[in-house]
Each structure stands twice: as C-alpha cells, then as structure tokens.
T-cell receptor, first 115, second 116 residues
Framework: NAGVTQTPKFQVLKTGQSMTLQCAQD?????MSWYRQDPGMGLRLIHY???????DQGEVPNGYNVSRSTTEDFPLRLLSAAPSQTSVYFC??????????????FGPGTRLLVL | KQEVTQIPAALSVPEGENLVLNCSFT??????LQWFRQDPGKGLTSLLL?????REQTSGRLNASLDKSSGRSTLYIAASQPGDSATYLC???????????????FGAGTRLAVHP
C-alpha cells in the first residue's frame, strides 16, 4: 500500500493564480480531509469528506474548493491564490467508525508559497 | 470553543532521559485524543489513540495518559533516543455521535531534540 499520496511536494504561485493540490489514498478509507499547518499553530481543518459525493466545510474553508468523485481521490482547489494561503497542506484519511478505526493517516504534505 | 495547548513548545534532553510531554484541552467533552509524531518536512504519524473511556494507552516505550476531568493528557517517553527527535502533536476529537466525522482539534506541538 502506498498509503496517502500528495502531489506536488512544493509549489510557487503568484497572487491570483489557481491550482489544484492532489490527494489519493489506496486504503479504501471512507473519510478524507485537508488541513493546513502554519508556523506556531496546530493543523486546521479546511474541508472534509465522509464518502464519494459528500463534502463539508471545516474551520478555514474560505478560498478553497473540494470535490470527491471517487473513494480514492480528494483534490483541493485554490480558486485565486493569496499570500495568506502560503502554508503546508496535509491530506489525511481514516476509516468510518469508532475506536481505533478513527486513526488518521496523513500524506507527506504540499508546501505552497504564494508571492 | 475547544482549544488545545501543548507545553513546552520545545524541549532538549540528553539521551537516556525519561520525559513527559503535556497536552491540555479546554472542553472535557471529548470522544478521543490522539498523539502524533511529525518529522521535519514529513507528514504526521499516529502514535497512540486514547478513547474517552480509557485512562492510558501504551506502545513500546511510549505511554499516553488521559484525565478528562482535568482536561489533560501526557505522553511519557521512556529511555529517550536521538531517533525520538521530532515534533509531537496532540489532537482531540469532539464528543458526539461515533458515526459522525472525526474532526480533530490540534495543539501546536512540542519540538523535541534528544542529543547523544
């Protein structure tokens, strides 16, 4: 199993450009989510999905869109990049259900710089 | 609003020491608490998950405890090694239906350096 994969690893954008961060998992997990990590702060939830075709907003959704057409993929779209979106982005997945099934698996991250 | 705090922000210890990392949360109505490890430039790796009904979980040299009533969790690392150097984050899942999405609230982490 590759686990959770993310591409690209690093990206530089100019203000106003758009781009899509890719995330895929091969563990057949129902739940997937996107977080951003900023210096001195914990990870903050951007958007999440509980299954194909179902998405919802997290704590900091503004400026981002998501869709989930398959169980495996959960892309994150930046519509018009702003310097405030400079951050490290992590995708995570987990099984549906309680107990130890809720252990989240994280991708290696995408480092985004918006100039 | 749930807030998670980790103290200290950074810690440097000599190899072999037993150490304790602290995590506190403001709302005791949690479903579970997880400890993660993050290596520089890498993603997070889950270390331990403690259900709200449990008091502690152990994995190898790691032991995590949970005291819901006081809003605290500790991660105990026995006989620390240089390979333990990383950032350790704790995260709480809000209470609620177990079938719902497991939204996590993260602390900012403790950056640990174990020197030979």
């Amino acid at each position: 199993n590759a686990g959770v994969t993310q591409t690209p690893k690093f990206q530089v954008l100019k203000t106003g450009q758009s781009m899509t961060l890719q995330c895929a998992q091969d563990m057949n997990h129902e739940y997937m989510s996107w977080y951003r990590q900023d210096p001195g702060m914990g990870l903050r939830l951007i958007h999440y999905s509980v299954g194909a075709g179902i998405t919802d907003q997290g704590e900091v959704p503004n400026g981002y869109n998501v869709s989930r057409s398959t169980t495996e993929d959960f892309p994150l779209r930046l519509l018009s990049a702003a310097p405030s979106q400079t951050s490290v982005y992590f995708c995570a997945s987990s099984r549906k259900g309680g107990g130890l099934l809720e252990t989240q698996y994280f991708g290696p991250g995408t480092r985004l710089l918006v100039l | 609003k749930q807030e998670v705090t980790q103290i200290p922000a950074a810690l440097s210890v000599p190899e072999g020491e037993n150490l304790v990392l602290n995590c506190s949360f403001t709302d005791s109505a949690i479903y579970n608490l997880q400890w993660f490890r993050q290596d520089p430039g890498k993603g997070l790796t889950s270390l331990l998950l403690i259900q709200s009904s449990q008091r502690e979980q152990t994995s190898g040299r790691l032991n995590a405890s949970l005291d819901k009533s006081s809003g605290r969790s500790t991660l105990y690392i026995a006989a620390s090694q240089p390979g333990d150097s990383a950032t350790y984050l704790c995260a709480v899942r809000r209470g609620g239906l177990s079938g719902g999405y497991n939204k996590l609230i993260f602390g900012a982490g403790t950056r640990l350096a174990v020197h030979p």
